[in-house]
């Protein structure tokens, strides 16, 4: 499976969106990009995922840019609540295993 | 309600000991998994069962040992053979059919060997 680079940490206010950003610039073409989320000391939550075309869910929105070299996941209106460890995954779906990175830690002020 | 349950929450052992940790999922998943998360790391792989009396071992399987018996049931046990075994241990399950990457999980055990 690819690998993936994300930033290490960012702060978001309340209220406004905050995007996170994703390199997978060796992502092959069967390879789909995934997200979660770990809230502290909680396990991980599935957010979204996708292959090439934007995605939106009820929880957030998927962007990968055309050549699918990177990706970026928006939360449109961050709360506290959103204050978590997110992790960008790329994987294949045959069967294989999720490669959890350190992720980036988001922090939502008021 | 349908979910992922980890028992208990928290979990304190003498070095030497076996100890085993639950792990019970009530949304008719084949695919049941084991992870373990030190501070401030990802998430590493143990050992994986996509179906009933079948596993395989993950990425640090060494000193762990699972068994799948049942369908709704993914027990881990830590044995005295593994080093480093203080960590936070995380349960999940997918359905294979739909989208194995899905995985639910459940709350987290966290195990202090001292």
């Known amino acids: 499976d690819a690998k993936t680079t994300q930033p290490t940490s960012m702060d978001c206010a309340e209220g406004r969106a905050a995007n996170l950003p994703c390199n997978h610039s060796?992502?092959?073409?069967?390879?789909?990009v995934y997200w979660y989320r770990q809230i502290h000391s909680q396990g991980p939550q599935y957010i979204i995922h996708?292959?090439?075309n934007n995605e939106t869910n009820e929880m957030a929105s998927l962007i990968i840019t055309e050549d699918r070299k990177s990706s970026t996941l928006i939360l449109p209106h961050a709360t506290l609540r959103d204050t978590a460890v997110y992790y960008c995954?790329?994987?294949?779906?045959?069967?294989?295993?999720?490669?959890f990175g350190a992720g980036t830690q988001v922090v939502v002020t008021p | 309600d349908g979910g992922i349950t980890q028992s208990p929450k928290y979990l304190f052992r003498k070095e030497g000991q076996n100890v085993t940790l639950s792990c019970e999922q009530n949304?008719?998943?084949?695919?049941m998994y084991w992870y373990r998360q030190d501070p401030g790391q990802g998430l590493r792989l143990i050992y994986y069962?996509?179906?009933?009396?079948?596993?395989q071992k993950g990425d640090i399987a060494e000193g762990y040992s699972v068994s799948r018996e049942k369908k709704e049931s993914f027990p881990l046990t830590v044995t005295s053979a593994q080093k480093n075994p203080t960590a936070f241990y995380l349960c999940?399950?997918?359905?294979?059919?739909?989208?194995?990457?899905?995985?639910?999980f459940g709350p987290g055990t966290r195990l202090t060997v001292t």
């Open positions: 949304l008719n998943h084949d695919a």
């Open positions: 995954i790329v994987g294949t779906d045959s069967w294989g295993k999720l490669q």
């Open positions: 069962s996509q179906i009933v009396n079948d596993f």
């Open positions: 999940a399950s997918s359905d294979r059919t739909v989208d194995w990457k899905e995985q639910y």
């Open positions: 996708g292959l090439k």
């Open positions: 060796t992502i092959s073409g069967n390879e789909y």
